[in-house]
């Protein structure tokens, strides 16, 4: 069965510290794999998608995630957070299409 | 301009009332979709629409109902509301239903029944 899973339901970091956000798949197939971003009373936005290549996937606002077909992972990045950063993460699988229960991040200040 | 409109923004229903949730896209995309977000549940999707046909049904009460009058139109028919179905719901669409193409969201319709 296809699925995504994110282990961590909230994430709390300093701002200014490295962030990692954690998505598992299941798929049967060659995944296309997204993270969306949802501020505070709002919809969900695009950071970065990946569907083949280079598995380091670079998004906006300094983002990547890497692809890792070994491990099932998507994991998400970034070097140095920001207070405008803290916000709900989902990572998604194109197939149906299958949302993670998404990791609220919050940065403190 | 919004390239997702969702009609209205708010919406207060009582139990046992029908509504009916309006999702335009202008974005000349070919698959739209509904979804729902509430406190009890993170965001869970509910139906997927290609070239105006149902494609994937996620929600297993038949008191949602999709219906789409235009290409561009993917409105959500709501009956029997219960206080369960307050959430927000949220409109997206995208270039074709898979692959690797990215959904568009709208700004969502705060459902709240009494």
């Known amino acids: 069965a296809q699925s995504v899973t994110q282990p961590d339901a909230r994430v709390t970091v300093s701002e200014g510290a490295s962030l990692q956000l954690r998505c598992k798949y299941s798929s049967s197939g060659t995944p296309y794999l997204f993270w969306y971003v949802q501020y505070p009373r709002q919809g969900l936005q695009l950071l970065l998608k990946?569907?083949?290549?280079?598995?380091v996937v670079q998004g906006v606002n300094g983002f990547e995630a890497e692809f890792s077909k070994s491990n099932s992972s998507f994991h998400l990045r970034k070097a140095s957070v920001h207070w405008s950063d803290s916000a709900v993460y989902f990572c998604?699988?194109?197939?149906?299409?299958?949302f993670g229960a998404g990791t609220k991040l919050s940065v403190k200040p | 301009d919004p390239k997702i409109i969702q009609k209205p923004k708010y919406l207060v229903a009582v139990t046992g009332s029908e509504k009916i949730l309006i999702c335009e896209q202008y974005?000349?995309?070919?698959?739209m979709y509904w979804y729902r977000q509430s406190a009890k549940k993170p965001l869970e999707f509910m139906f997927s629409y290609s070239y105006q046909k149902l494609m994937d049904n996620q929600t297993a009460s038949s008191r949602f109902q999709p219906q789409s009058s235009k290409k561009n139109h993917l409105d959500l028919q709501i009956t029997a509301l219960k206080p369960d179905d307050s959430a927000t719901y949220f409109c997206?669409?995208?270039?074709?239903?898979?692959?690797?193409?990215?959904?568009?969201f709208g700004p969502g319709t705060r459902l709240t029944v009494l």
């Open positions: 998604v699988l194109s197939d149906a299409p299958r």
């Open positions: 974005l000349g995309h070919n698959a």
């Open positions: 990946y569907y083949s290549g280079d598995p």
């Open positions: 997206a669409s995208s270039q074709e239903r898979l692959g690797n193409y990215e959904q568009y």
